[in-house]
């Protein structure tokens, strides 16, 4: 990954009140380069400054440091050691585990714990970090989400797309989806590799028209623009395969493609982190932030409210700003009131959320909310 030059945009939420009436989130995260649309500082700024207004928690305002890390692991650590000698009681980051994992650990003297509201990845929960918190389920979960699906539409055929460039969510969730369709009686026909910032699908395009078979759906894991040029043109090459993906699909960008003509989204459908469909509480959310002047431009960036949740939820139940009370509140906690969905909770998972997983598609262009609940069927030999 290349370096991005740092680029310091701190926001701070609060006026300027003293350091004990304040509580410190540090988000060392991508606020350029290709996994800015992935990172969640808007919606933390948003949800922050919605609770400021109303008087912050117990008297204590929110004050959200910000500063870009770009896709580099050591600006992200340099970071979170700027931030926790700032006094932060949570931090977020590059919503990797290359850069997770190495973070978690500089915090883990300070008594400090990552919450990434958006992460995915499995190895953040094989026991190597324990001061890590997901606001989401594993990829897994979103896999065998979007399996059920498909098998529901009669798809028996895929082709699995892979890349290790993304870590395990895009070189293993498409290999949790094929597990499950095969467990309920379709065909593995393909597995093919890509790169991310690919613009030209001919290679894996011209390899699915060699297969000599009908394929009913083609499954990626993968991030935009590539997947909007994917769809276009295996809709060109005339392939007639429902594209399903996981939630690197869930970004504005994608619905913009349909804009000309609304058909090419119908067969497009994937899981994801929260309903982000019209009447979603997300968008809902987006809406109120552009009311107060604060542009939250998709999920992503709107699953930056869960954190601060999170945190003033905690404060609030132990009346404590310890961040190591913090994150026992969090983690033995029934239920935790988000954004994204109505509650999550760590109690028996530990670090990732327990909840449900949406699946999105679209109908004449507009997003619609397919199903929305916990898979009974996700595959096992992933923790």
Same mark, same amino acid.
């Given at each position: 990954? #290349?370096?991005?030059?740092?680029?310091?945009?701190?926001?701070?939420?609060?006026?300027?009140?003293?350091?004990?009436?304040?509580?410190?989130?540090?988000?060392?995260?991508?606020?350029?380069?290709?996994?800015?649309?992935?990172?969640?500082?808007?919606?933390?700024?948003?949800?922050?400054?919605?609770?400021?207004?109303?008087?912050?928690?117990?008297?204590?305002?929110?004050?959200?440091?910000?500063? @870009?890390?770009?896709?580099?692991?050591?600006?992200?650590?340099?970071?979170?050691?700027?931030?926790?000698?700032?006094?932060?009681?949570?931090?977020?980051?590059?919503?990797?585990?290359?850069?997770?994992?190495?973070?978690?650990? $500089?915090?883990?003297?300070?008594? $400090?714990?990552?919450?990434?509201?958006?992460?995915?990845?499995?190895?953040?929960?094989?026991?190597?970090? @324990?001061?890590?918190?997901?606001?989401?389920?594993?990829?897994?979960? /979103?896999?065998?989400?979007?399996? &059920?699906?498909? *098998?529901?539409?009669?798809?028996?055929?895929?082709?699995?797309?892979? =890349?290790?460039?993304?870590? +395990?969510?895009?070189?293993?969730?498409? !290999?949790?989806?094929?597990?499950?369709?095969?467990?309920?009686?379709?065909?593995? !026909? =393909?597995?093919? &590799?890509?790169?991310?910032?690919?613009?030209?699908?001919?290679?894996?395009? %011209?390899?699915? #028209?060699? !297969?000599?078979?009908?394929?009913?759906?083609?499954?990626?894991?993968?991030?935009?623009?590539?997947?909007?040029?994917?769809?276009?043109?295996?809709?060109?090459?005339?392939? @007639?395969?429902?594209?399903?993906? =996981?939630?690197?699909?869930?970004?504005?960008?994608?619905?913009?493609?349909? =804009?000309?003509?609304?058909?090419?989204?119908?067969?497009?459908?994937?899981?994801?982190?929260?309903?982000?469909?019209?009447? +979603?509480?997300? $968008?809902?959310?987006?809406? @109120?932030?552009?009311?107060?002047?604060?542009? $939250?431009?998709? *999920?992503?960036?709107? /699953?930056?409210?869960?954190?601060?949740? %999170?945190?003033?939820?905690?404060?609030?139940?132990?009346?404590?700003?310890?961040?190591?009370?913090?994150?026992?509140?969090?983690?033995?906690?029934?239920?935790?009131?988000?954004?994204?969905?109505? +509650?999550?909770?760590?109690?028996?998972?530990?670090?990732?959320?327990?909840?449900?997983?949406?699946?999105?598609?679209?109908? &004449?262009?507009?997003?619609?909310?397919? +199903?929305?609940?916990?898979?009974?069927?996700?595959?096992?030999?992933?923790?």
């Amino acid at each position: 990954m #290349k370096k991005t030059l740092i680029a310091l945009t701190c926001l701070a939420m609060a006026g300027p009140a003293m350091a004990d009436d304040t509580i410190k989130i540090g988000l060392g995260v991508p606020m350029t380069g290709d996994y800015a649309p992935y990172a969640e500082w808007q919606g933390a700024r948003c949800m922050a400054k919605m609770i400021n207004d109303k008087g912050g928690v117990d008297g204590k305002m929110i004050e959200v440091l910000t500063q @870009d890390s770009g896709a580099d692991t050591q600006t992200a650590i340099s970071l979170a050691q700027k931030f926790l000698d700032e006094g932060v009681v949570m931090l977020g980051t590059i919503p990797f585990s290359d850069t997770m994992i190495p973070v978690a650990q $500089v915090a883990n003297s300070y008594g $400090v714990s990552i919450f990434q509201p958006q992460s995915t990845q499995v190895e953040m929960h094989a026991g190597i970090v @324990d001061n890590f918190f997901t606001g989401v389920s594993p990829d897994p979960f /979103t896999a065998t989400a979007a399996a &059920n699906h498909a *098998l529901s539409l009669g798809v028996k055929n895929v082709v699995l797309m892979t =890349s290790d460039e993304g870590g +395990s969510w895009s070189a293993r969730t498409p !290999l949790w989806f094929g597990e499950v369709i095969e467990a309920g009686g379709g065909k593995i !026909l =393909s597995k093919m &590799n890509f790169s991310f910032g690919t613009s030209d699908w001919s290679p894996q395009i %011209a390899e699915m #028209k060699a !297969l000599g078979e009908q394929i009913d759906g083609i499954y990626i894991s993968s991030i935009m623009p590539d997947i909007a040029v994917l769809v276009r043109q295996l809709k060109s090459a005339g392939i @007639d395969a429902y594209v399903i993906g =996981s939630d690197g699909f869930d970004d504005p960008s994608l619905d913009a493609i349909g =804009s000309e003509d609304a058909s090419i989204l119908d067969k497009v459908f994937f899981g994801t982190l929260a309903p982000s469909h019209a009447e +979603s509480a997300v $968008v809902k959310f987006m809406a @109120d932030c552009k009311a107060m002047g604060i542009d $939250v431009p998709g *999920l992503f960036p709107a /699953t930056g409210a869960d954190t601060v949740m %999170a945190v003033a939820w905690a404060v609030e139940q132990s009346g404590s700003t310890d961040p190591s009370t913090i994150a026992d509140t969090i983690r033995n906690a029934d239920s935790i009131p988000v954004l994204t969905v109505d +509650s999550i909770s760590f109690k028996e998972t530990r670090t990732f959320a327990q909840r449900t997983i949406p699946v999105i598609g679209y109908k &004449n262009g507009k997003r619609v909310l397919i +199903s929305n609940e916990i898979p009974k069927n996700t595959p096992t030999d992933w923790n």
